[in-house]
């Protein structure tokens, strides 16, 4: 059974800011662990919306509130966890497999997510309770 710990990972990006303002740097390979084939961003979603709500058979994440705040559910069928993203130098890495659900979006909320993969909705898991039946056989 595999542990939510060993699946997320709360990242770190240092601030190469100076006297002219912050500068934060995400290479991939590097600052996250996978070569960056995708970026996406989603703002203008109110407090009450629900996005995400699904897993992903092949793609990793990295999401970023480079403004704003969010609060993202992960769960892999055995243990949620809730993590606020609130800060830009943060990064929720979320391995492949690993349901999300993204809410409480502040109105200034920007949430960049960055991918090792090319949007494919095939390997889209929409469905929880066929998300169940397959991280737990
Ligand atoms: P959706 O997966 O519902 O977004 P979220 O998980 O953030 O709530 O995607 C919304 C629409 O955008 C849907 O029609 C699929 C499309 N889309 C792409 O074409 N490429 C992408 O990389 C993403 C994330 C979504």
Same mark, same amino acid.
């Given at each position: ?9 709360? %990242?770190? *990006? ?9 500068? =934060? @740097? ?5 600052? +996250?662990? *996978?070569?960056?084939?995708?970026? *996406?961003?989603?703002? $203008? ?6 996005r $995400?709500? &699904?897993?992903?058979?092949? /793609?990793?994440? =990295?999401?970023?509130?480079? /403004?704003?705040?969010?609060?993202v559910?992960?769960?892999? $069928? &055995?243990?949620?966890?809730i ?5 830009? !130098? ?5 391995? /492949?497999? @690993? ?9 200034? /909320?920007?949430? %960049? +997510?960055?991918?090792?993969? &090319? ?5 889209? @898991? !929409? ?5 169940l039946?397959? =991280? !737990?056989?």
């Open positions: 059974m595999a542990k939510l710990d060993e699946q997320i990972q709360i %990242l770190d *990006f240092p601030d190469l800011g100076d006297e002219r303002g912050n500068l =934060v @740097v995400v290479e991939g390979g590097i600052a +996250v662990p *996978f070569d960056i084939r995708r970026i *996406f961003y989603i703002y $203008g979603s109110d407090a009450e919306v629900i $995400g709500c &699904h897993a992903n058979l092949r /793609s990793e994440f =990295v999401m970023i509130n480079v /403004s704003g705040t969010s609060r559910k992960v769960d892999n $069928g &055995h243990e949620t966890r993590i606020e993203l609130n800060r830009p !130098r943060m990064g929720l890495y979320l391995k /492949s497999n @690993v349901w999300k659900e993204m809410y409480d979006f502040s109105p200034d /909320s920007v949430l %960049l +997510v960055l991918s090792n993969e &090319h949007y494919d909705p095939e390997e889209y @898991v !929409r469905d929880y309770q066929e998300y039946k397959m =991280v !737990r056989k």
